[in-house]
């Protein structure tokens, strides 16, 4: 049976000033602008390896909200062509505890600015999911904030 890669990637947004931001990263100076991924060890959950990526790498916490989408590849390891699974997940930004110091550079950038920068067309794809996601997420939290307000009348 062939090995498969499982990569996990983190499609952080933060909220402020009535906007959200999303994140976008350079693993090297040359590089082009992605979103921040890794690959998943063994015995550990996607979900799990995101969240910890982005506090070793990107010295944050976060919390996973949803699925934002699945793609299929394959790579290079060792002369070897293997199959490779990226699973991509919708992450809000809980608190920011230093500098991303796991990325050669960093940007928080408006939905439109962030997608027009990715290198990637899958990325772009990933990214329109995981906007569509977040808009349901935020639905949610609008309707509870105002069940939650109605319930202290």
Do not use: C
């Not at 976008?24 to 550990?44: C, F, H, L, M, S």
């Not at 997940?89 to 950038?109: D, N, Q, R, T, V």
């Amino acid at each position: 049976m062939e090995k498969l890669v499982l990569v996990s990637g983190a499609i952080v947004f933060k909220e402020g000033r009535g906007k959200s931001r999303w994140l976008i990263t350079k693993q090297a100076e040359n590089d082009g602008w992605e979103i921040p991924k890794v690959v998943v060890r063994k015995g550990e959950s996607s979900v799990r390896a995101a969240m910890r990526m982005m506090g070793e790498k990107g010295g944050m916490t976060t919390q996973a909200l949803e699925e934002a989408g699945r793609a299929g590849g394959v790579t290079t390891i060792n002369g070897k062509t293997l199959p490779q699974r990226y699973l991509y997940y919708l992450m809000l930004l809980k608190e920011p505890s230093g500098e991303a110091i796991g990325f050669a550079a960093h940007k928080w950038l408006e939905y439109a600015k962030a997608v027009r920068k990715l290198s990637s067309k899958r990325e772009q794809t990933m990214l329109r999911q995981a906007r569509k996601e977040y808009r349901i997420w935020n639905k949610k939290m609008e309707l509870e904030k105002k069940l939650n307000k109605l319930n202290q009348e």
